[in-house]
């Protein structure tokens, strides 16, 4: 959870701190630098991550106008990993060239990377050296290199949770109905969501913990759901529960699911493999069960659960289907959990 905020020397925040709890409000007029602070921490995230050149995420045209000095100087403070993380690090401009003046990152007050003075030490779990080489100017952040494995499962685990950070700006009126593609990182003002969620869709475990918090959000929320309208292209749904629905539907926290098929399961194999299916059909001999031939409905069901987990069931599905899909997004957060 991020903790602290320290920024000097970035357009109109000079010798700026701020201090964070779990929800926050931020209250100002216009120009008062409110989105600067995300701004910072969206540019901060970028740096660590090593996406870009340090002269590309911070520019000397950032620096407070009425000063002279050419450093800017960052802090944030994270708690996590039974601790409490402090990363700092400044920048120095020299007319269009920019590079790493200092970079630290401490681990209940114990270094695990230091970089300054043209030199580069890392340290170990134990706070033990275990590297040492001279760097002189640094164009980036050394974090990056650390997200895998290394001597300090503390330092990547920092580097990993700040690649984990969503700084965002919700604009609705600027959220695309559609996507043809998938996208692996949210834009600023998310303009992408459903080309993000098409990627995410893949984790199931996400997938689930985000619906989980969105129905103790949303009233009746229930899930996501996408529309294929050519090969690529699709749009994304909110499902919610009607009255009627809510009767129905189980405790949160109950640990079983109830799937009831309209006339029987192969209803719902047939509607998998076909995409077509009348669930009030008379004619019962229109959908056999398969007693010899048990294993035709594997890839149905496995095609069945990712549909679900995933929120690409179609629309045009039985309802009974669509149900069941319900029940199973509301299982998985209890599942992951156990």
Same mark, same amino acid.
């Given at each position: ?23 926050? &409000? +931020?209250? %100002?007029?216009?120009?008062?630098? #409110?989105?600067?602070? $995300? ?8 740096? @660590? ?95 990056? &290199? +650390?997200? %895998?494995?290394?001597?300090?499962? #503390?330092?990547?685990? $920092? ?8 700084? @965002? ?170």
């Amino acid at each position: 959870m991020l903790k602290r905020i320290y920024i000097d020397n970035f357009r109109g925040l000079v010798n700026f701190e701020m201090n964070f709890d779990s929800i926050n &409000l +931020f209250l %100002g007029g216009n120009g008062t630098g #409110k989105s600067t602070v $995300f701004e910072v921490l969206r540019k901060i995230k970028t740096f @660590v991550n090593g996406d870009e050149k340090v002269e590309g995420i911070f520019k000397s045209a950032d620096c407070t106008r009425w000063q002279t000095l050419q450093v800017q100087r960052f802090e944030l403070e994270i708690a996590g990993n039974g601790g409490s993380y402090k990363y700092e690090f400044a920048i120095r401009h020299n007319q269009d060239k920019s590079h790493v003046e200092y970079e630290h990152l401490w681990f209940n007050n114990q270094a695990l990377l230091k970089s300054e003075g043209g030199e580069v030490q890392l340290f170990s779990d134990d706070y033990e050296e275990v590297a040492k080489a001279p760097f002189p100017s640094p164009l980036g952040s050394f974090l990056w &290199l +650390f997200t %895998g494995d290394s001597d300090s499962t #503390k330092l990547a685990w $920092f580097t990993k949770r700040m690649q984990r950070f969503i700084i @965002v700006q919700i604009i609705p009126s600027l959220m695309l109905e559609g996507s043809e593609k998938e996208e692996i990182h949210l834009t600023s003002r998310m303009e992408n969501f459903v080309s993000w969620y098409r990627y995410i869709s893949q984790d199931q475990g996400k997938v689930a913990e985000l619906m989980n918090i969105l129905k103790n959000i949303l009233d009746g929320f229930v899930s996501f759901k996408f529309e294929q309208f050519s090969e690529n292209y699709r749009t994304l749904k909110l499902r919610f529960s009607t009255d009627k629905d809510k009767t129905n539907i189980r405790k949160p926290d109950e640990k079983i699911a109830i799937f009831v098929p309209k006339r029987n399961i192969e209803t719902w194999i047939h509607y998998l493999r076909t995409g077509e299916v009348v669930e009030e059909e008379a004619e019962k001999s229109k959908y056999p069960k398969f007693p010899k031939n048990e294993a035709i409905c594997k890839p149905g069901v496995e095609q069945l659960a990712n549909q679900c987990s995933q929120g690409s069931l179609d629309e045009k599905a039985p309802p009974s289907l669509q149900a069941a899909c319900e029940e199973l997004q509301r299982l998985l957060p209890l599942l992951n959990n156990l």
